[in-house]
């Protein structure tokens, strides 16, 4: 298994456009959680989701939305985008308890 | 709220020293604490959580109650624990709350 994956690994946006960020969790992992980590700060939770429903939302607002498939497969959506949403955006995925395991990111730079 | 600090952003130790990495967490639950590590050019990994009290690459981190506190200590720092160190705290269901990180840099 190769882990979390997530693509793209880069992208550059403009301000007001809107971006779509995909992860794929380790095979049996039914929970997939969004944080968003600004350079120099931790991760920031976002949103959790589990069963393909919404666990858990944080402080964002209603910009950011997301969405986990049958196949436990999970995309964050970011409509209007602002140029403070620049960060590298963190998946992780769980099968139970609470060790979650972490993709790569993918970092999306605003201009 | 739920709130993780981490009061040291960069952090030197000399190779064979002792290492402390300072983490304190304010929470009006249980608390369930995690230290994660970030290698150069590699993910986020899970280092140890405190429930388990394993010691994973000679770490350790002992959650004190009273001081609110869940440091990370190893007797003797290797060259290779050069990373940066997060400390986490779950607020329920899994969903963590990070500390700012520490940068730990050995020194050969």
């Known amino acids: 298994d190769a882990g979390v994956t997530q693509s793209p690994t880069h992208l550059i946006k403009t301000r007001g456009q809107h971006v779509t960020l995909r992860c794929s969790p380790i095979s049996g992992h039914k929970s997939v959680s969004w944080y968003q980590q600004v350079l120099g700060q931790g991760p920031q939770f976002i949103f959790q989701?589990?069963?393909?429903?919404?666990?858990g939302r944080g402080n964002f607002p209603d910009r950011f939305s997301a969405r986990q498939f049958p196949n436990y497969s999970s995309e964050l959506n970011v409509n209007a985008l602002l140029l403070g949403d620049s960060a590298l955006y963190l998946c992780?995925?769980?099968?139970?308890?609470?060790?979650?395991?972490f993709g790569p990111g993918t970092r999306l730079t605003v201009t | 709220a739920q709130r993780v600090t981490q009061p040291e952003k960069l952090l030197s130790v000399f190779k064979g020293a002792p290492v402390e990495l300072k983490c304190n967490y304010s929470?009006?639950?249980?608390?369930?604490l995690f230290w994660y590590v970030q290698y150069s050019r590699q993910r986020l990994q899970l280092l140890l959580r405190?429930?388990s009290r394993e010691s994973i690459k000679g770490f350790t981190a002992d959650l004190n109650k009273g001081e609110t506190s869940f440091h990370l200590k190893k007797p003797f720092a290797q060259e290779e624990d050069s990373a940066m160190y997060y400390c986490a705290l779950n607020f329920g269901n899994e969903k963590l709350t990070f500390g700012t990180g520490t940068r730990l840099t050995i020194i050969p």
């Open positions: 929470y009006s639950g249980s608390p369930e």
């Open positions: 405190h429930i």
């Open positions: 992780a995925s769980s099968w139970t308890g609470y060790e979650q395991y």
């Open positions: 989701y589990y069963e393909k429903e919404e666990r």
